[in-house]
């Protein structure tokens, strides 16, 4: 059975095969006998002159705008060798068209395609390509046709159109009757007959399309090729778009890429500008100009400061600079890092960030102080501390504190604080401070533990190398009471320009060679030019009061001393019931308005003390005049106050009083 069908489909092919050699033969003597062919069909039935091309044509892709075309004569009598024969059968084709003469390409493919459909083989196939490569370079060559020409090629496309459609129809009453038959042999051959005959028809049609639009023939040939080889046109080309040919795409991304390498140059500018801030400060600190100083206990006002000239100090001149102060712009928590014993009662703290490293949230000025605040009782007090470590130390600070006899604060830092508690603290606060630019010299008078904020003052002069005198006279109870001796000694070696004395009054021991008693006008008549040079003073209340006496026997003016004094009481007084009316009949009364309640207010006894002993909640922090946070109104009466310096022109006509610094002498109500 297999071998059968293989037999039959055998006999198919080979009448398949037959009958298209027949019908190629049958165009070719159609061809032939055309009065219209100006040159006979070449051997694979193409069309090599302007002939037209009878079976020829591959396929309508293949022929759609070139067969048919006034393609001219042939190739001249100097065209290369292959193609002399052909030449031959032309003899007036030199006369008849200039030099560069052409075929048609379509009758050129269509005779490849025969080849391929005959299976040509040898010297025969082999010319044909050869003549057809030829043709095709003349076609690009050949110039407008001329008028004769042109007639003679529209007749030509109009019989090849015509003998298409005639064929068209004969072969489709052929396709009819096979399928009636069911042959589908003979199906398959009006097939493939009716595809050359629409190619015939449409090549006739594309030339004559292309007369009538006024087609140059080397643009024909171009059209022709490009679309059989899939290519388009290399001189057309996409409109440009804005400048330089780009989209606004284009613009829009390289905008966005500029903008970004610009903010990106910017952040490393800020960057390198902010670190090289951040190392100067760490190296040197940042100049600031001089605050006023604290003016004294007494009132007065103090006197200015010496001015500065701006630039570079000549030499010899004091330089100093110092850290921006952020003047109790901070509250939070600090860390417990370590807990120096400094003498039998003095410890220092030194507290760090939370996280323990890193720098510390703020930053502070030599002699300035923070606010504590813990919980007794079941209330919140707050004292404040003098830092006395050096600003130059960023990681952390030192606050050294005395515990003093029923202290509440102090008492519960000696005896329950241990390293790694955290403490809420609030500042820094205080314009107690010597940054060695105020002055090019400085006189430190300390007591006790008053020694802090001046000890602040000397480790960061120490610490930049400045180079003013530095004269430092601390009076303590005895040896054992001195804080920082030991470092006092080695800073004094190690810088000359630091002068250190110190006065024992109850020191038995005979190994002491130093001053004893307390500090005298004598003593102190012993600093070289002490009239002129700037004086801080700091420590307890009568030892102050003592040394400005002696002060005053030298004839300085105490308006330029500058002093520091912590008004803390030594113990909180719970709150208690109203005092009544009655009870105050005799003694000076403060009433809190707002609060509805009233307390005895004891001579030398501060507003914000009073109101602590009957449970008024006034905010404080600094309890010294520098914060501002006790600010309440007085409503009647009138008060005094040693310090003043955080209130405005305003706060002053609007009747403001600071809590912590107020004293009456008569009846007063505040609003609290």
């Known amino acids: 059975m297999l071998t059968e069908g293989f037999v039959g489909w055998k006999r198919v092919a080979a009448l398949a095969t037959l009958a298209m050699l027949l019908a190629h033969g049958a165009a070719g003597a159609q061809s032939a006998a055309d009065p219209h062919a100006a040159h006979p069909p070449d051997k694979t039935g193409g069309t090599t002159a302007a002939q037209p091309d009878a079976a020829g044509t591959s396929s309508a892709r293949d022929s759609g705008s070139m067969a048919g075309m006034p393609m001219g004569t042939t190739p001249p009598a100097d065209a290369s060798a292959g193609d002399d024969d052909h030449a031959a059968h032309h003899p007036d084709a030199t006369a008849s068209m200039p030099a560069s003469s052409g075929a048609s390409m379509a009758g050129s493919m269509g005779g490849m395609m025969d080849d391929m459909m005959r299976g040509c083989r040898g010297d025969e196939c082999g010319r044909d390509r050869r003549l057809n490569k030829l043709l095709y370079p003349q076609l690009m060559a050949l110039p407008d046709l001329p008028p004769e020409r042109r007639a003679s090629v529209e007749q ?39 595809r050359v005959a629409w190619g015939e028809f449409d090549s006739g049609l594309s030339a004559y399309r292309a007369l009538a639009e006024g087609q140059a023939p080397r643009g024909i040939a171009l059209a022709w090729f490009r679309r059989e080889m899939n290519l388009t046109d290399p001189l057309t080309t996409a409109p440009a778009h804005g400048v330089f040919g780009l989209s606004g795409f284009h613009y829009f991304t390289m905008a966005l890429l500029l903008a970004f390498a610009l903010l990106a140059a910017w952040m490393y500018v800020a960057r390198t500008r902010r670190t090289n801030a951040v190392l100067a400060t760490l190296r040197t600190g940042a100049p600031v100009p001089p605050a006023p100083a604290a003016a004294p206990r007494s009132g007065v006002a103090p006197a200015p400061a010496a001015p500065v000239s701006p630039g570079v100090p000549a030499e010899g001149e004091p330089q100093a600079r110092a850290p921006v102060s952020t003047m109790g712009g901070w509250v939070g928590k600090l860390r417990v890092a370590r807990v120096f014993q400094e003498t039998p009662k003095v410890k220092t703290f030194r507290l760090a960030p939370v996280e323990g490293v890193g720098a510390l949230p703020f930053e502070f000025e030599p002699g300035q102080f923070l606010t504590l605040s813990v919980h007794s009782g079941g209330n919140q007090v707050k004292r404040s501390y003098s830092i006395a470590s050096s600003p130059c130390c960023h990681g952390w600070c030192d606050l050294t504190v005395k515990h003093e006899s029923g202290g509440i604060v102090s008492g519960y830092l000696h005896e329950q604080v241990k390293e790694g508690d955290l403490l809420d603290a609030s500042g820094p606060y205080g314009r107690f401070t010597f940054r060695g630019v105020e002055s090019d010299s400085v006189v430190f008078l300390g007591g006790g533990v008053g020694i802090t904020p001046l000890m602040s003052s000397i480790r960061y002069l120490t610490d930049q190398s400045w180079n003013g005198r530095i004269d430092l006279v601390y009076a303590c109870k005895d040896l054992e009471s001195v804080i920082f001796r030991d470092e006092l000694n080695q800073l004094a070696r190690r810088h000359p ?43 307890p209340p009568v030892m102050m009061d003592a040394v400005r006496n002696e002060l005053g026997k030298l ?21 208690g019931p109203e005092v009544s009316a009655g009870d105050t009949a005799t003694a000076v009364t403060c009433s809190f308005e707002r609060s509805g309640k009233k307390a005895p207010l004891a001579a030398g006894q501060t507003v914000l003390e009073a109101a602590e002993e009957v449970g008024v909640p006034i905010e404080y922090a600094c309890r010294q005049g520098y914060c501002g946070l006790c600010k309440i109104k007085l409503l ?19 009747g403001v009083i600071l809590a912590c610094q107020a004293k009456a002498s008569a009846d007063i109500s505040v609003d609290a």
């Open 636 to 654: 009647s009466g009138e008060v005094t106050m040693d310090v003043d310096d955080s209130l405005t022109p305003l706060d002053r006509s609007s």
């Open 497 to 539: 320009n630091l002068h250190v004395s110190i006065v024992l009054s109850d020191e038995s021991s005979a190994a002491w060679t130093g001053p004893r008693g307390f500090i005298t006008a004598e003593l102190l008549g012993q600093i070289p030019q002490i009239r002129s040079r700037r004086i801080h003073l700091c420590g």
């Open 156 to 194: 030509l496309a109009h019989h090849r159109m015509h003998e298409g459609i005639q064929l068209l129809a004969s072969l489709s009453s052929e396709a009819s009757h096979a399928v009636q038959r069911n042959d589908y042999g003979g199906l398959q051959e009006a097939s493939d007959r009716m």
């Open 555 to 575: 004839g300085i003016d105490l308006a330029s001393v500058h002093s520091e004094l912590f008004l803390s009481p030594s113990r909180t007084v719970p709150p």
